[in-house]
């Protein structure tokens, strides 16, 4: 895969926990950057996507509502004829 070179600016404390962690795991601190980047843009991802099926189901859940109302005559008759 290309890669391309960045400079970035952090705040001190985190450069420390950032160094604290790449001597932890052995790793160097370009390898743990891209790790937690790809890992917090699929839990972006992940948010969007939930988002999306959350509006899908109330969109669904008004339409089964209005399917409900639309037959509700028609239930209401039919259960005259059941014991």
Excluded: C, W
């Amino acid at each position: 895969m290309p890669v391309e070179h960045l400079n970035i600016t952090l705040p001190i404390e985190l450069r420390v926990a950032l160094d604290h962690e790449v001597k932890r795991e052995h790793t160097k601190r370009s390898t743990l950057i891209q790790k937690a980047v790809a890992l917090y843009l699929r839990v972006v991802e992940q948010k969007t996507l939930r988002n999306l099926l959350q509006e899908g189901y109330v969109e669904m859940a008004a339409e089964a509502r209005a399917v409900t109302r639309a037959f509700e005559a028609l239930d209401h008759e039919a259960l005259r004829y059941v014991d």
